[in-house]
Nanobody
Framework: VQLVESGGGLVQPGGSLRLSCAAS????????MRWYRKGPGKERELVAE????????NYADSVKGGFTISRDNFKNTLYLQMNSLKSEDTAVYYC?????????WGQGTQVTVSS
């Protein structure tokens, strides 16, 4: 099983980034997928989750209206579009797969929001 995040980087406040998570080694289309993040000195936080078909999505209150989670079950890829970024969004972002009773994690991608 592999989850490989990409798309992180340094962005100014108000900017945008799109994170991707390429999945392999399991049945992506049957997995509930989530994005988590862990900021400096903070606990790990669930950012967003999406159901197997993409029809259901939930967001943390802190990102509602700014972030959009999506998935492409043909490409086995999870996405997180992040708009209107703030300094408090600075964190390592992790992809998470919940499949058949097993939970898998990616290695994370750093997002830094700073001027």
């Amino acid at each position: 099983v592999q989850l490989v995040e990409s798309g992180g980087g340094l962005v100014q406040p108000g900017g945008s980034l799109r994170l991707s998570c390429a999945a392999s080694g399991f049945t992506f289309s049957r997995s509930l997928m989530r994005w988590y993040r862990k900021g400096p000195g903070k606990e790990r936080e669930l950012v967003a989750e999406i159901t197997r078909t993409g029809g259901g999505k939930n967001y943390a209150d802190s990102v509602k209206g700014g972030f959009t989670i999506s998935r492409d079950n043909f490409k086995n890829t999870l996405y997180l579009q992040m708009n209107s970024l703030k300094s408090e969004d600075t964190a390592v972002y992790y992809c998470n797969a919940d499949w058949s009773g097993h939970v898998y994690w990616g290695q994370g991608t750093q997002v830094t929001v700073s001027s």
